[in-house]
């Protein structure tokens, strides 16, 4: 439960002490006292947001609760509990940046949302509306069924592998953006380049290649003349160097340097005969076949149409686009095998979310006939004892983080007339009296050691509001209650009572708390039935409210 509130510079207050206790605590004022603001500043505690916040005076703003804890709130903390009641403090510096603790520690706002719920019920003056909604009903039958609240949470693991999952695989179609069309293409380029062969030397220079098919015979020519010049008949180059060597070798006896000229003669001599060798080899090599000058020429054609087709300056640069679209069209292979084993994981994990969604329906349809019956009761006690409803549901057409189905609240007040949506047919009064009769029946069947209600009892008054304070005190023997209200006949069935109160300080408007001692709860009360002039007759009855 709640044990203490402390606020300071948070909005009109500047500092607020609120030690609470146990039972029933009602929280009355003016409207625009202040009274919501108190309750803003819990939610804070609660892991709401900053935004809009208004430090007082530009002061940092600090918010304290401690709390006892239920067992499963003390297993949420974890390593921040310590063993005794739990202190929760949000600070917000004039700039805007929060920060928050718990014990002393600190810790993500994610943690203070997710702690919350086990610490307290809250419900705002716009939480009717979201019980009104799908979500709100069927996290209100899950929390009054055991075996519903058991089945929800499998399906909320079953469905987050399946929306995962699901997510995995628009991922993976939105990576490989191509479209079947595409792919053939693709083939087909790959196709067609996988003709080239990218290391075949004669496809590296086909210009120089078809210039020397187109004069091959003055090669040749030219080849074979330099061999006979060098080798040929009598009075070529190597038989008169052979002359000269022999010439100079019987000298060189008789001359000391005959034998060095000889040795260089010969040299070259050695040196002519392989040149003339290899033009000779050369001449015979050349190629006069015509076919090989239209293969050529048709090797020409074929690489610059690919060139310009690929925009690629040169055989290594198609080479390069190759490999490219090669390492494309593999990938997206992959991603089709992926493709595929993902849509098989998809399909069982629908599989078993389906068969999960078919008995969570049937567990929150037998929870919610229980809950619209125990609403009802408390209904007959809220002076509408001929009140129907009823949970009506309507298949999604895909799975929903709530569940396979949505459910509404239908709603007749009246015999004789047909449910409609609670919140077409139901006047502000009727709608107070069924949110209170549904926190009455949850009660019995939630962990939250905190209840508090703004203003639920709006639109009602006289013995209906009596009669809602006796359910509301019938709640506070389990749990603590903690009740903003502008009905006496509410406000003097607590058990505690503080008045908040705006006034004027050195020229600004502060917030601030008042607790009520017997006497001056009779004077509220008095306030609150007669208005501003308060007679004896409205003391009376105020002292009778009490009683």
Not at 142 to 155: I, K, S, T
Not at 200 to 215: E, I, M, T, V, W
Not at 248 to 271: D, M, N
Request: proline share 3%; hydrophobic share 40%.
């Amino acid at each position: 439960m709640l044990r203490r509130l402390s606020i300071r510079h948070y909005a009109l207050i500047e500092s607020i002490e609120w030690d609470c206790e146990s039972g029933w605590t009602v929280l009355t004022g003016e409207t625009g006292s202040g009274k919501s603001i108190l309750l803003g500043a819990l939610g804070l505690i609660l892991g709401d947001r900053a935004d809009g916040t208004a430090p007082f005076q530009q002061e940092k703003c600090i918010v304290e609760a401690e709390f006892s804890l239920s067992p499963a709130a003390r297993e949420m903390i974890g390593d921040w509990d310590d063993g005794g009641d739990c202190i929760i403090r949000r600070t917000i510096a004039p700039g805007g940046r929060s920060r928050a603790f718990i014990n002393d520690e600190p810790v993500k706002l994610n943690l203070l949302k997710s702690l919350a719920p086990l610490l307290v019920d809250l419900h705002g003056q716009q939480d009717g509306q979201r019980l009104h909604g799908s979500e709100g009903l069927l996290n209100a039958i899950d929390r009054f069924d055991a075996e519903a609240g058991v089945m929800a949470v499998e399906w909320q693991s079953r469905y987050a592998a399946w929306h995962a999952a699901c997510k995995r695989l628009r991922d993976l179609s939105g990576m490989t953006g191509m479209p079947q069309a595409d792919e053939d293409y693709l083939r087909f380029q790959l196709e067609e380049l996988a003709d080239v062969d990218f290391h075949d030397p004669n496809l590296r220079d086909l210009d120089a290649r078809l210039d020397r098919l187109a004069h091959a015979k003055d090669i040749q020519h030219a080849l074979g003349v330099a061999a006979d010049i060098i080798q040929g008949t009598e009075g070529d180059v190597l038989s008169r160097l052979r002359s000269a060597e022999q010439a100079l070798e019987k000298v060189s006896p008789l001359f000391q340097g005959a034998a060095a000229l000889a040795e260089r003669i010969r040299s070259c001599r050695i040196e002519l005969e392989d040149a003339a060798a290899e033009a000779e080899n050369a001449a015979e090599g050349i190629d006069m076949d015509p076919a090989a000058m239209a293969a050529a020429e048709a090797d020409r054609n074929r690489i610059n149409r690919l060139l310009d087709k690929h925009r690629a300056a040169d055989l290594d640069e198609l080479e390069e686009r190759h490999a490219a679209m090669a390492s494309q069209l593999e990938e997206a292979r992959q991603q089709m095998q992926e493709r595929a084993v993902l849509e098989k994981e998809i399909e069982a994990l629908r599989t078993a979310l389906d068969d999960t969604g078919t008995r969570l329906q049937a567990a929150r349809s037998k929870g919610a006939d229980a809950l619209s019956k125990a609403i009802l009761e408390h209904l007959v006690h809220l002076k509408m004892p001929a009140a129907q409803l009823a949970f009506q549901w309507s298949l999604t057409e895909t799975p929903e983080a709530s569940g396979p189905s949505r459910v509404s609240m239908a709603f007749s007040a009246n015999p004789g007339v047909p449910m409609q949506p609670l919140t077409k047919v139901a006047s502000g009064g009727e709608r107070s009296r069924v949110m209170l009769a549904l926190k009455a029946a949850l009660n019995q069947h939630l962990e939250v050691p905190t209840l508090i209600l703004d203003e639920i009892d709006a639109g009602v008054s006289g013995d209906v509001a009596a009669r809602m304070a006796d359910l509301i005190a019938s709640i506070s023997r389990t749990t603590q209650v903690i009740t903003i209200s502008h009905l006496p006949q509410v406000a003097g069935k607590a058990d505690h009572h503080f008045k908040v109160l705006k006034e004027e300080r050195e020229g600004r408007a502060i917030t601030r708390m008042q607790p009520l001692s017997d006497s001056g709860r009779i004077e509220e009360l008095a306030t609150m039935l007669s208005g501003e002039e308060v007679g004896d007759a409205a003391r009376a009855q105020a002292r009778s409210l009490l009683t």
